[in-house]
């Protein structure tokens, strides 16, 4: 089972609408990771947080997504207006502030865009 | 260019048999290695690290790190059914806060 919980695990949306996705990180884990994870297996990072702040962030990320990891409630990733091509698997990840720490996935929000 | 290279993309082992994959990266920058397991309709989950030049076992698991090559690689010995899964090469850098880069996956299949 993992430590890091992702909800909903589908989440099913049409073209133009809103899609949010929450994660709530391992306990301790100060780093948040958000990827996507497209139907050919690959990966794209998305946005990372330290504690509340954002660190990193593509631009895809910065135009059409907004992200947050506020205290004490879980993070949220939210597409502000969803397209074909955001259909994938959407992955959190936490880590400890270390440089050899795992990084701990969850099981995914899975987005269809219709 | 993906800057972590996977190969095979796919695998077949009989079970009991042992599978072996690859991994190269092509920057220097990376200096920590982890392999990860994904199976259909979960998250990647962390089978091992590995950061310093040499073998590394974790049960029927070994993985071997060459830094002066950047390569990498897995062998999984007595193989289950269980392992049946895709196994990704991932590494980052020495910064906490940088995220992983994956390489394309290795479908592992295990036959009776």
């Known amino acids: 089972n993992s430590k890091v919980i992702q909800t909903p695990r589908y989440l099913v949306k049409g073209q133009g609408q809103k899609a949010k996705m929450r994660c709530i990180p391992e306990k301790g884990h100060p780093v948040v990771f958000w990827y996507q994870q497209n139907k050919n297996n690959e990966f794209k990072f998305l946005i990372n947080f330290q504690n509340q702040e954002v660190l990193q962030q593509i631009d895809m990320t910065e135009k059409r997504f907004s992200a947050e990891c506020p205290s004490n409630s879980p993070c949220s990733l939210e597409i502000q207006s969803s397209e074909a091509g955001d259909s994938a698997l959407y992955l959190c990840a936490s880590r400890l502030g270390k440089t050899n720490s795992d990084y701990t996935f969850g099981s995914g929000t899975r987005l269809l865009v219709i | 260019q993906q800057k972590v290279q996977q190969s095979p993309e796919s695998l077949s082992v009989p079970e009991g048999g042992m599978a072996s994959l690859n991994c190269t990266s092509s920057d220097r920058n990376f200096q920590y290695f982890w392999w990860y397991r994904q199976h259909s309709g979960e998250g990647p989950k962390a089978l091992m690290?590995?950061?310093?030049?040499g073998d590394k076992k974790e049960g029927r698991f070994t993985a071997h790190l060459n830094k002066a090559s950047l390569h990498v690689s897995l062998h999984i010995r007595d193989s289950q059914p269980s392992d049946s899964a895709l196994y990704f090469c991932a590494a980052s850098e020495c910064n906490y806060a940088q995220g992983l880069t994956f390489g394309l996956g290795t479908r592992v299949s295990v036959f009776p």
């Open positions: 690290s590995i950061f310093s030049d």
